[in-house]
Structures are given as structure tokens and as C-alpha cells.
């Protein structure tokens, strides 16, 4: 099984600051890889999958990236509605699997 | 606007069975394959099932397989997940999400999600 370690586990940043998640998976899982947004009490919704395409509708100010079998999620500039968890997912093959989530607060 | 209901979810005690449904709208749902994610109270995301755009192929994982059964009836856009043999573990927020392709194979991205429906395992 392909394992997704995801750090950090947790940050705190200010208005405006750019955050950056990383994703590291086991093994090669080409770009097949996702992150969603989960904001308290509500349902995940995805933000970027294959790595780097950006869903519909979705801002401008996230982005994904990848080398190799590690994988970036950036945040150009922090926004208060952008306190959430945020997921990363691999579909390469059964099983799936997400990243353990990390928690973006605001300072 | 793509609509993903879930109902049937509530307290049952260990061993026991319950059936979730899932009621979709906004989007052709027969042409897309289906799936089932569940959270934890307080913890991560788990795959739990999936079922192709005809009903044809599924997926469980193994945590839960034997035990959960993913269907589907096309003329109702309508997902099931039949529970049975609960067990504390099974304890979370089912979350019904549609696949964002269309066709008969599985993309495992989920661009539309349920508000999820609550299951307790406990006597």
C-alpha cells in the first residue's frame, strides 16, 4: 500500500503569509495526487488534482506542485476563510489513501 | 447545481445494521462512478467504497469488507451503503462523493461531496 505522510501536522500563520504543505508518498504515484480543503464542520471540497490543475472556481492563490514522489501545496497569500485542514490524496492505486490533514490557524 | 443528500445514519448498537442512502441531483448520475469516504470524530479521512457508473464493478476496502456493501439504483440517483456486523470503529461521518469522471472507469478524484451523515456504534 502506498502511504502519504503529510507535514506539518499543524501550522499558525498571518494574513497575507504564504503557506506551503508537503505531501511524501512511499512510492511513485506519478502526479496522481489530490488536496482538498476541509473547513470546520463541513465537507472536504477539492481544490487541486494531477498534482498542479486547479479545480473550477477555485482561487487563484492555491497551487500544487510535484518532484518526484514529494508533493507541494501552496497558499500565496493567506486568507481568514482559509482556516481549515487540509487533505492530501493519492489515487494511484487501491487502497487510496489521504494524508494524515494539517490544520492552518491564524496568528 | 450538483446535489449530494445522505439520510440514514444514527445510534445502533454492536452487531448491528443500518442502511445509508445517498440522493443525487444536478448531474447525470448514471454516468459517474460513486463512492463512500468516512471521518472519525476528531480524526482523518478513510475510503471506504466505491461503485462504478453501472453498478457493475465495486470497491471496499478492507477494513470494511464482508461487512459494508456499496449499491447503487440508477433509475432512483440513488447510492446505498448497506451496514452490517457494526462495530465501535465503525464510528463516523459518512460522506457520499461523486467521481469527477464521466464513463465506466474509476478517477478516485472527488469533486463533490455530501454534508455527510453521522453513524454511532455503541450500546
Known amino acids: 500500500d502506498t502511504q502519504m505522510t503529510q507535514s506539518p501536522s499543524s501550522l499558525s500563520a498571518s494574513v497575507g503569509d504564504r503557506v506551503t504543505i508537503t505531501c511524501q508518498a512511499s512510492q511513485d504515484i506519478s502526479n496522481h495526487l489530490s488536496w482538498y480543503r476541509q473547513k470546520p464542520g463541513k465537507a472536504p471540497n477539492l481544490l487541486i488534482y494531477d498534482a498542479s490543475n486547479l479545480e473550477t472556481g477555485v482561487p487563484s492563490r492555491f497551487s500544487g506542485s510535484r518532484s518526484g514522489t514529494d508533493f507541494t501545496f501552496t497558499i500565496s497569500s493567506l486568507q481568514p476563510e482559509d482556516i481549515a485542514t487540509y487533505y492530501c490524496q493519492h489515487y494511484d492505486s487501491l487502497p487510496l489513501t489521504f494524508g494524515g490533514g494539517t490544520k492552518v490557524e491564524i496568528k | 447545481e450538483v446535489q449530494l443528500v445522505e439520510s440514514g445514519g444514527g445510534l445502533v448498537q454492536p452487531g448491528g445494521s443500518l442502511r445509508l442512502s445517498c440522493s443525487a441531483s444536478g448531474f447525470t448520475f448514471s454516468n459517474y462512478a460513486m463512492h463512500w469516504v468516512r471521518q472519525a470524530p476528531g480524526k482523518g479521512l478513510e475510503y471506504v467504497s466505491a461503485i462504478s457508473s453501472n453498478g457493475g464493478s465495486t470497491y471496499h476496502a478492507e477494513s470494511v469488507k464482508g461487512r459494508l456493501t456499496i449499491s447503487r439504483d440508477n433509475s432512483k440517483n440513488t447510492l446505498y451503503l448497506q451496514m452490517s456486523s457494526l462495530r465501535a470503529e465503525d464510528t463516523a461521518v459518512y460522506y457520499c462523493?461523486?467521481?469527477?469522471?464521466?464513463?465506466?472507469?474509476?478517477?478516485?478524484?472527488?469533486?463533490?461531496w455530501g454534508q455527510g451523515t453521522l453513524v454511532t456504534v455503541s450500546s
Open positions: 462523493v461523486k467521481d469527477i469522471s464521466a464513463g465506466p472507469l474509476f478517477r478516485r478524484v472527488f469533486d463533490y
